[in-house]
């Protein structure tokens, strides 16, 4: 949201060199293939253990994840379709098609009003293959699958340099993410933890070092081979900070990581990804005369935009995503039923067997 509400106002809130929204992006993938293959992991487990069935396991995930990521989706594209914000009506399929990123390779430019949603889109692309790899494939397999998959995605980028592709396609295009999502999937595959230590310390200067070299790389010539490295470096410092996190933190980092305000906004922060742009365009075409300084003076906008977005996102979050989460709980914790346990009059053998299952697919 800062890099957004500021992109066009030199050094502010950062120098320029400073991308946070490129590195806010990074994050979000890892995370993305972190979070997922932790859930399809232990879904894998009862699968191997003959509790679930691999096509119900299967449209479970499919839909929590259409359940999740669907309402606020739709809501930000119905209002901007609504109001003919920006180029959506122009571009309307490839929105609710989730295709958002190919449009822009295609094009070769940002759309107005929906160029943000091509992370959401490479994000949802993941998701529609990765669970056949991970529930299917024999598990001898998968570590090394995984780490091909992420070697795919740096061998993309080299294709992408060696034969002069635009920048915007290599960066949108779901290949080019492939490493940043397959190093959160190798850790959500292998359960790594990073227990606090003496050398937690080291581990920080590590990340931040690497974050910092990939800063610099960025801001060199995308055209060098050297430019490739920008996003395995910041994979890899997420992936040792996610690790880390994964422990959980004691003392005042503790504290502040559970006040009840940041959490929320963490709880929200797909609303608020989803809708900022959106609340930056309605407010600039409808603000009176009077109150268009709120859009020159840059840090004012930043304030009002943010806050405005914030309340958009709580309203979608309270109105909307939550009680469709609610939904998604109750219909995804029906109880599957092992294979085998069928008795000759189409019930269950024993109820019995049925309770260690009542909340299989409550996670994630």
Known sequence: MVDHFSADVPNFPLPDKIRLG??????FLVLSGY????SLRRARDRMDAGEVLAGHTLRVFYWRRLLRTGPAYVAFAGIALLLNIGAIRQNWPWV????VNWLIAWQNQWPLTISHLWSICVQEQFY???????????????????????????AFRIGCVIFSAPLIARWVLPFGSLDSLA???????CGGRLKASRGGWMLALLSLSMLTIAAALRNSDPTKLASVLVEPLEAAAFVI??????????????RFLSNPGLVFAGRISYGLYVY???VAMVLDRLL???LRFVITIPSLRLVVFGIVTLFIATLSWRLLEQPINRLRGEETRKVPIPRGNWGSDGVPRSPAMARPFLNADSSA
């Open 22 to 27: 490129a590195t806010g992006v990074r994050l």
């Open 35 to 38: 979070f997922i293959t932790a």
């Open 96 to 99: 609710f098609t989730g295709t």
């Open 128 to 154: 529609l293959l990765w669970p056949l790899l991970i529930l299917l494939l024999p598990r001898r397999w998968m570590l090394s699958a995984i780490i091909a998959v992420a070697f795919a995605g740096i």
């Open 183 to 189: 190093a959160g999937a190798a850790l959500g595959w």
């Open 241 to 254: 900070l996610i690790a880390r996190t994964s422990t959980g933190f004691e003392g005042n980092i503790g």
């Open 276 to 278: 900022h742009i959106l």
């Open 288 to 290: 009176p005369s009077q």
